[in-house]
């Protein structure tokens, strides 16, 4: 097979149990099958299989018939079998009792309407084997289509294009952006310097300089200068600036549009979060907490507003906020309960986005600190259908973003079609209509892949290690009300599984996707967050 193309091996349960719906017996070995196994099916079978969004995808069906001379009824079976996407028939055939064949069909682009399709097979006959489904044996379906470099497939919702920016960036303008005596070498750069430089190398910036430190003058200035750099279509200058407090920590505030209040922590109408909550709240305008886990300027969870704070800074040139104890996170000056996971498990909806935290222009410093292990300067990646100012913001808005280490991975992730960001709620009466989950991950690396991690309410649920390329593709279904997918702690595995009761008492799970490169760059996809609210 080539590199653009999806095998799965029936009957192996690590390759196929992420497809299998419902209406297939157990794994039978044979050595005759591709693969060496193959699966029985009942009389009507269904398959969720990952497409090529908006694209013609050709799917091709190692089958073999029941038993030649099978009496089934009273009478020898001559099987029929049509394959349907909805009231769609896109085949029909006759399997060869004696030998498998190959029988190949067309799931046409209207149809690839999201990342996944549910396929039926319905058999005229069903027929039983040694006590087993066996009205068709399936060994393995191989899926191709376009390249998953070059065909910009989007997720529903989700946007055309993917683009990278860094929203945390310092300029001369804040003075820990300008030489020190300590650090001669230390120059942020100005406004200009900064946008000529990173309008080549991304598609959008935001300068955020201290606010306390500029009067609000300077700051409409370098609005003004925002604005002739902003190109429509080629490179988004974001409005922006940085409200930083010893106590509440430090928060990258953004506007929509120019008039975004200018609020400093060192004034009396703006020294508190709840303060810059309520006078930015008649206005379009995010406001974002960066390396929330350190020690000297944490960020408190218990004084959020999360219709205002749709995202977290996962990662800077400050390293990791992951989760106390990651491997890129800062060794000193990080505590227990300030990271990213614990402010998740608060129930708090953040989506990721990463950013530089940079004081030079050479990539090499943050804040007051010089970095000497080799930790890089994260990116931003969001999906958006156009480059602007406010297409970008509103993917900030929607959460439709993913963070990195600075590298320019291409990550989205779909579940049951819902994009990377969702919040989708449910009552006792819609839990189970929503379950198995199917999530669609789709990574285009720079580097060859490790690993590729799905978690939910922080455990890892789903990996993938496996010698990867740098591009991947997956469709993990998941259903923790079935003891193969498992949620929580417990078990001799390591956990337990999950009953539809516990889960439709107010219960919520959030899940997303770690990727990890050989190279050690990292990405993260924003949350999707599934709640169930009874109705009483």
């Not at 990952?50 to 009273?74: A, E, F, L, Q």
């Not at 050479?362 to 100012?389: A, E, F, Q």
Request: charged letters at 20%; hydrophobic letters at 35%; aromatic letters at 10%.
């Amino acid at each position: 097979m080539d590199a653009n193309s999806l095998v799965l091996n029936i009957g192996v349960s690590d390759s196929d149990g992420d497809f299998l719906i419902y209406g297939f017996g157990p794994t039978t070995g044979s050595g005759d099958s591709p693969g060496g196994c193959h699966r029985g099916l009942k009389q009507n079978a269904l398959l969720r299989l990952p497409v090529y969004h908006k694209h013609d995808t050709t799917v091709t069906m190692s089958v073999k018939g029941p038993v030649s001379g099978y009496i089934c009824h009273g009478k020898p079976v001559q099987q029929t079998v049509r394959v349907l996407v909805g009231e769609t028939e896109l085949a029909c055939f006759s399997p060869n009792p004696k030998q498998w064949e190959d029988v190949a069909f067309v799931i046409p682009a209207a149809l690839c309407d999201s990342d996944s399709v549910p396929v039926r097979l319905l058999c005229a006959e069903f027929c039983e084997g040694g006590g087993h489904p066996g009205s068709l044996y399936l060994a393995e379906v191989r899926i191709s289509g376009v390249s998953l470099a070059s065909s910009g497939r989007p997720c529903v919702s989700l946007g055309e294009n993917v683009y990278f920016g860094d929203i945390h960036k310092h300029s001369t303008m804040s003075p820990c952006g300008c030489p020190k005596p300590f650090a001669p070498e230390r120059n942020a750069g100005t406004p200009e310097e900064n946008y000529e430089r990173y309008s080549s190398e991304n598609d959008f910036i935001c300068l955020t300089d201290h606010s306390e430190t500029m009067s609000e003058d300077a700051f409409r200035e370098a609005l003004n200068t925002a604005d002739r750099f902003n190109v429509p279509g080629k490179f988004s200058a974001l409005y922006g600036y940085e409200w930083t407090s010893p106590l509440f920590g430090h928060k990258n505030v953004y506007g929509l549009d120019k008039d975004i209040p200018f609020l400093r922590t060192n004034s009396s109408d703006g020294d508190s979060p709840n303060k810059l909550f309520d006078k930015l709240g008649a206005y379009n305008a995010l406001v974002i907490s960066h390396h929330p886990s350190r020690v000297e300027f944490p960020a408190p969870l218990n004084i959020i507003n999360n219709q205002m704070q749709p995202l977290v800074e996962i990662y800077s040139g400050w390293g990791s906020s992951e989760y106390y104890g990651s491997p890129l996170a800062e060794k000193v000056n990080t505590a227990p309960g300030l990271d990213v996971q614990s402010a998740l498990l608060r129930g708090h909806r953040f989506g990721f986005v990463g950013g530089s935290d940079g004081h030079t222009l050479d990539g090499l410093s943050v804040g007051n600190h010089t970095p000497n292990n080799g930790r890089k300067w994260g990116l931003t990646g969001l999906w958006s259908d156009t480059l602007t100012r406010e297409s970008v913001f509103n993917a900030l808005q929607q959460r439709r973003t993913f963070a990195t280490t600075g590298a320019k991975i291409k990550l989205r992730v779909t579940m049951n079609t819902y994009p990377m960001g969702s919040e989708i709620f449910c009552n006792q009466y819609t839990a189970e209509t929503l379950f198995p989950l199917a999530f669609a991950i789709d990574i285009n690396g720079t580097s060859d892949i490790r690993s590729v991690e799905l978690l939910c309410n922080n455990q890892v649920i789903r990996t993938a290690e496996l010698p990867l390329t740098s591009q991947f593709r997956a469709g993990f279904v998941v259903d923790p009300f079935r003891s193969t997918d498992r949620v929580g702690p417990g078990d001799k595995q390591g956990y337990m599984p999950l009953s539809l009761n516990a889960f439709v008492n107010a219960f919520s799970m959030f899940f997303y996707v770690r990727v990890t490169q050989m190279d050690g760059h990292m990405a993260w996809s924003s949350p999707i967050w599934l709640t169930c609210q009874q109705e009483v």
